[in-house]
């Protein structure tokens, strides 16, 4: 009984994050500006990082996605504001792992976002569930020098930058 009470209270929060997303909207000066897409289910997700220095202060995210993807982002969101490019890469690996079906020691870091283990059950929408970290994995490797053209762009850049999660 108190599993079915847990799975609920994860349920609630999954959709109130997916009706009330945090971070959703787009900055007024960005780092960074990222696009990717899921081609298994249609979901886009256009990510904009505000960085100082080596500290992510702002997020924002526009798109269509399912309700998993969605939520998702909105986590993601809350759990990265105010760390390092590093830390966010550790956090991004964490969740990559969690949703993978892995133990994960520290899923507390995550905040909300580790609610979102359960998407191991349902191989189809792990993607769903990490569309945005990826797209902010490739913003961190940007800033680091490691991305290949066409992933993302500075909001100067008036170059596609639209990419599948396959590729």
């Given at each position: 009984?108190?599993?079915?009470?847990?799975?609920?209270?994860?349920?609630?929060?999954?959709?109130?994050?997916?009706?009330?997303?945090?971070?959703?909207?787009?900055?007024?000066?960005?780092?960074?500006?990222?696009?990717?897409?899921?081609?298994?289910?249609?979901?886009?997700?256009?990510?904009?990082?505000?960085?100082?220095?080596?500290?992510?202060?702002?997020?924002?995210?526009?798109g269509e996605g399912c309700?998993?993807?969605?939520?998702?982002?909105?986590?993601?969101?809350?759990?990265?504001?105010?760390?390092?490019?590093?830390?966010?890469?550790?956090?991004?690996?964490?969740?990559?792992?969690?949703?993978?079906?892995?133990?994960?020691?520290?899923?507390?870091?995550?905040?909300?976002?580790?609610?979102?283990?359960?998407?191991?059950?349902?191989?189809?929408?792990?993607?769903?569930?990490?569309?945005?970290?990826?797209?902010?994995?490739?913003?961190?490797?940007?800033?680091?020098?490691?991305?290949?053209?066409?992933?993302?762009?500075?909001?100067?850049?008036?170059?596609?930058?639209?990419?599948?999660?396959?590729?």
């Amino acid at each position: 009984m108190a599993l079915t009470r847990l799975d609920n209270l994860y349920r609630q929060v999954i959709l109130d994050h997916s009706s009330h997303p945090h971070h959703r909207g787009t900055l007024g000066a960005s780092t960074y500006k990222v696009e990717l897409n899921n081609p298994t289910c249609g979901d886009v997700i256009h990510l904009e990082l505000a960085v100082d220095g080596e500290t992510i202060k702002d997020l924002a995210f526009t798109g269509e996605g399912c309700s998993i993807s969605t939520a998702s982002a909105s986590m993601m969101g809350d759990a990265v504001i105010g760390k390092t490019l590093t830390e966010a890469g550790e956090l991004s690996q964490l969740f990559s792992e969690l949703v993978q079906g892995h133990e994960v020691a520290e899923s507390d870091r995550l905040g909300d976002a580790s609610m979102l283990g359960g998407v191991a059950k349902f191989p189809a929408r792990i993607k769903c569930a990490t569309l945005a970290w990826k797209a902010l994995e490739k913003a961190i490797k940007n800033d680091k020098g490691q991305a290949t053209a066409g992933q993302l762009h500075h909001p100067n850049d008036t170059n596609d930058t639209s990419q599948s999660l396959d590729e």
